[in-house]
């Protein structure tokens, strides 16, 4: 459950497998706490938004969030650099975060005095990195079991993530190619990005236009926005 | 350290660093030893806005390093320098605290000795 969230009646039932999941990661999290030098961690969705965290109440749980997304977008475009990347690590002058994914969509970073432990905080990271990826197995054997529809949770929707009409690719590399033009280098990785949430819903030649506002969002400047719609225009009349 | 040129040498020099590249925070490539600097450069950019983003987010005050971690140890570090990014290779088998010591150390003598490190 998001951190700060609130569930239906309807989801009433699984509260307690719920509650019980939410426990064993909020342990986790404090045994993180407990290694010299950590000042708290924080588990982070893709989807959930914050789902953890036992950081000081100096931390809000907004700009956890921020922060989450941020660790989460750069571990995302790390692994497109360096596909061996473990973590990284964020060294400020009075702090320094570790950041790392621990299964697809889960993030968990910790932040440390600049004189913690790293060996001791790696390890336990590997750790609790092998234990998510256990949880994982055990849930998806779990979902094929019990196929009970759950309208209230979105997650029960299928995914059709990745199945991109074959038509769709040309128009897509020349989005991609145009914002470039407008953001620079940084564009491939955030148009990779925008593309694989979009594609959730269905990567099909009727919802191009939701892909283009989603680029909007994250171009995020009035003047780019304008250009990149002047530039994209003439394909999307097509 | 008056140009690019001689502040990639002297990282180039120091023991333990494979490669190092030079943006500018635009992206734009001011030098650097790396085989195909064009490679980092996206990452580069992103890490430091994410690094910038996270100071004014949290309220830290400085970011030193930023560090890619990875598992054959041949870690990536980027070093916010004013408009400048420098990003530096290790090789596998240095010792890291060391290497970056003397990194930040060459950076603190080009930041604090009034002169850019663009030429």
């Known amino acids: ?238 | 350290m008056a140009t690019a040129k001689e502040f990639i040498a002297r990282i180039d020099e120091i023991d333990g660093v494979a490669g190092c590249v030079l943006l500018r925070e635009d992206g734009s490539i001011l030098g650097g030893s790396l085989d195909d600097p064009d490679l980092y450069t996206p990452l580069m950019v992103l890490g430091g806005v994410t690094a910038h983003g996270i100071k004014d987010k949290v309220g830290f005050t400085y970011c030193r390093h930023l560090s890619f971690n990875r598992a054959g140890k041949d870690h990536f570090h980027l070093f916010p320098i004013d408009k400048f990014f420098l990003g530096v290779s290790q090789s596998a088998d240095c010792f890291v605290p060391d290497m970056l010591q003397a990194v930040l150390r060459l950076i603190g003598r080009v930041t604090t000795g009034g002169t850019s490190a663009e030429g």
């Open chain 1, 1 to 238: 459950m998001p951190y700060g969230g609130e569930r239906s009646a309807e989801d009433h039932s699984d509260a307690a497998d719920l509650s019980s999941k939410e426990m064993e990661m909020k342990q986790a999290i404090d045994e993180l706490k407990a290694i010299p030098g950590v000042v708290g961690a924080c588990l982070f969705g893709a989807q959930e938004g914050l789902i953890q965290s036992n950081l000081p109440g100096i931390f809000k749980p907004e700009k956890l969030t921020e922060v989450g997304k941020q660790l989460t977008k750069l571990l995302v475009a790390g692994r497109l650099s360096f596909s061996d990347l473990s973590d990284l690590s964020l060294h400020y002058d009075e702090s320094v975060v570790i950041a790392r994914e621990l299964r697809k969509g889960l993030t968990v970073f910790v932040i440390c005095d600049p004189s913690f432990n790293h060996n001791l905080l790696t390890m336990s990271l590997n750790l609790l990195q092998e234990e998510m990826r256990g949880q994982v197995d055990v849930q998806r054997s779990g979902f094929a079991e019990d196929s009970t529809p759950r309208p209230a949770v979105p997650l029960a929707s299928p995914p059709v993530a990745g199945t991109v009409d074959a038509d769709l690719e040309p128009l897509l590399a020349e989005l991609r190619a145009l914002l470039a033009k407008v953001l620079g280098p940084m564009a491939a990785i955030i148009f990779d990005e925008v593309r694989e949430q979009w594609a959730v819903q269905g990567a099909v030649a009727s919802r191009v236009n939701e892909l283009v506002k989603l680029l909007h969002v994250e171009i995020g400047d009035a003047d780019k926005i304008k250009t990149f719609e002047a530039l994209s225009a003439p394909l999307l009349k097509k």
